[in-house]
């Protein structure tokens, strides 16, 4: 039997490029690797903790579903799911939660990042997000979750609630581990010091921008008062667009800069926008012939969701009964 994989992106709104070098790519290539069966879900649970309107949290669940098969998840080789349709997710989270201390949530980066960045609405969810997290992937005895080192102190939780668990109860939850892929931090191509965010949209390019949008963010990119095309910590604005076509060619910085040595800001930036116009050509085509099939993607999330829960609801059935809760 192959190795158990779990991730899940948030429904949140359209993806950037920085979305989808960290996140999308890499699941398409663990999927196409044929070494382990994935599940892959839309976190709308997740998302709830950052304001929303729920009239359009129906169509960001089915733009995200649109964007993992536009980008090449297939579902006959991975179950791709929706959290909030199987019920197992949250009861998971709530048991984990009486064995969780709270010092270990108010330690949490990410809680300190997100409260800061949201202070108008710092929610129970935010401290509580990385129980919800365990419970995704305890669910489903993942071997392995793909993430950024930025997640590392969340799968940690989850290893030490798996093992708290286990001392108390009896073997049950399967400790899972780090798959660290190759995720470059994209950053915001106006103020290249900041991660790349859906919150300033005239920084970031969405992965399915027209080509016009792409060269006009490209070419307006913030660089510097220097003309050679280089990749130093010193130039931030260069080395991001720099890292942006590294990611999209897997040539390394160092090539990029012999190619384009004399050549000029300009014509690089031109090489890069056409460059990220004909990457996502093709993803482009099938998102819209996706959005415009929105029984398809339904159908997707339903029998995705419905092969998930058998696996959740088995999981979580076992947990009852080690905790006394079944007869």
């Known amino acids: 039997m192959k190795p158990i994989l779990v991730s899940g992106v948030q429904p949140t709104g359209r993806l950037h490029i920085g979305n989808y070098l960290g996140a999308l790519k890499n699941f398409v290539e663990l999927q196409n690797s044929g070494k382990y069966q994935c599940y892959f879900f839309l976190a709308d649970l997740h998302s709830l903790t950052e304001d929303f309107d729920p009239k359009e949290k129906t169509g960001q669940i089915l733009e995200l579903a649109a964007d993992y098969l536009a980008a090449g998840l297939n579902p006959e080789k991975s179950v791709i799911f929706q959290q909030s349709q199987i019920p197992a997710h949250s009861e998971l989270a709530w048991i984990l939660s009486t064995i969780t201390p709270i010092g270990e949530l108010e330690r949490m980066t990410q809680f300190k990042d997100k409260a800061k960045r949201q202070d108008g609405n710092i929610n129970a969810g935010l401290l509580y997000y990385p129980i919800l997290m365990a419970a995704d992937i305890l669910l489903y005895d993942a071997e392995g979750v793909p993430t950024g080192d930025d997640q590392d102190q969340h799968i940690e939780l989850a290893r030490t609630l798996a093992r ?104 690089f930036k031109e090489n890069l926008a056409e460059l990220i116009s004909s990457y996502f050509a093709d993803f482009r085509k099938k998102k819209r012939e996706l959005k415009a099939n929105s029984s398809k993607l339904k159908a997707v999330l339903l029998s995705g969701s419905e092969k998930a829960a058998e696996i959740a609801n088995k999981k979580i059935s076992e947990v009852k009964k080690k905790l006394g809760l079944s007869f």
């Open 164 to 267: 708290k668990f286990n001392a108390r109860f009896g073997n049950t939850l399967k400790e899972p581990k780090n798959i660290h892929t190759a995720a470059p931090r994209i950053m915001d191509l106006r103020v290249p010091t900041k991660k790349m965010s859906k919150s300033d949209q005239g920084g970031c390019i969405f992965i399915d921008d027209s080509p016009e949008e792409i060269k006009e963010k490209i070419m307006g990119a913030t660089t510097d008062s220097h003309t050679a095309v280089e990749y130093r910590n010193d130039r931030p604005g260069m080395s991001n667009l720099m890292q942006i076509y590294s990611s999209l060619t897997d040539k390394s910085p160092e090539t990029i800069q012999k190619e384009f040595e004399g050549r000029g800001y300009a014509e």
